[in-house]
């Protein structure tokens, strides 16, 4: 059974600062891994997409990188701001659906960014 | 472009009662269509997905029923609640290819 751990589970920095959320994931036969923000009562919100044949992804002051073999996704956040405050969660798409047979999640990261 | 509307968006149900939520997606044609729920001090979990009209399937043995009548419409419904019911069920969609991942707004579920 797929597992998904997130570290660190909170995290609180300054703004500015750039850093970095980590994911690890037990089965590495996964079709795609993707990183969500969450903001409280709200739902998710796509910010990457990592197929399985991929190494990483950008999207602005966003990098994701993925290491199949290892089991091991990062989210960099460059120059972070006070809006980056939410919750980050890691999901695996698993191998055999075809892209169709849903997400596991990790559990998050609750991110505060001090102004 | 897509849009997913999920409603209610709060709701608070005696035990014992039945349950309806409806997602429906706009935009797109033959989604794949998901529940999930995330439930206090636990990750999302999903529960339901369906890839076509009629076509369901369970990830966990539960209180609760899914349904696809159309094919952009999934109804998450249950005869009768109970307290662990309680939690943030979330309606999602795909296309077939592993896409992206969107998400509804949420209903938050009380159970009391």
């Known amino acids: 059974k797929q597992e998904v751990t997130q570290i660190p589970a909170a995290l609180s920095v300054p703004e500015g600062e750039n850093l970095v959320l980590n994911c690890s994931f037990t089965d590495s036969a996964i079709y795609n891994l993707q990183w969500f923000r969450q903001d409280p009562g709200k739902g998710l919100t796509s910010l990457l997409l990592?197929?399985?044949?991929?190494r990483e992804q950008t999207s602005g002051r966003l990098n994701a990188s993925l290491d199949k073999s290892s089991g091991r996704s990062t989210l960099y956040i460059a120059a972070s701001q006070p809006g980056d405050s939410a919750t980050y969660l890691c999901a695996v798409e698993r191998g055999e659906g075809g892209g169709a047979d849903g997400l596991t999640f990790g559990k998050g990261t609750h991110l505060i960014i001090q102004p | 472009s897509q849009t997913i509307h999920q409603w209610p968006a709060t709701l608070v149900q005696p035990v014992g009662s039945p349950l309806s939520l409806e997602c429906t997606v706009e935009g797109t044609s033959n989604p794949n269509l998901y529940w999930y729920r995330q439930a206090a001090g636990r990750g999302l979990q999903l529960l339901f997905y369906s890839v076509g009209i009629g076509q369901i399937s369970s990830e966990v043995p539960q209180n609760l029923s899914a349904s696809r009548p159309q094919d952009r419409q999934f109804i998450l419904s249950s005869k009768k609640l109970l307290l662990s019911d309680s939690g943030f069920y979330l309606c999602?969609?795909?296309?077939?290819?592993?896409?992206?991942?969107?998400f509804g707004q949420g209903t938050r579920l009380t159970v009391v």
């Open positions: 999602a969609w795909t296309l077939t290819g592993g896409t992206e991942a969107f």
């Open positions: 990592i197929q399985s044949s991929q």
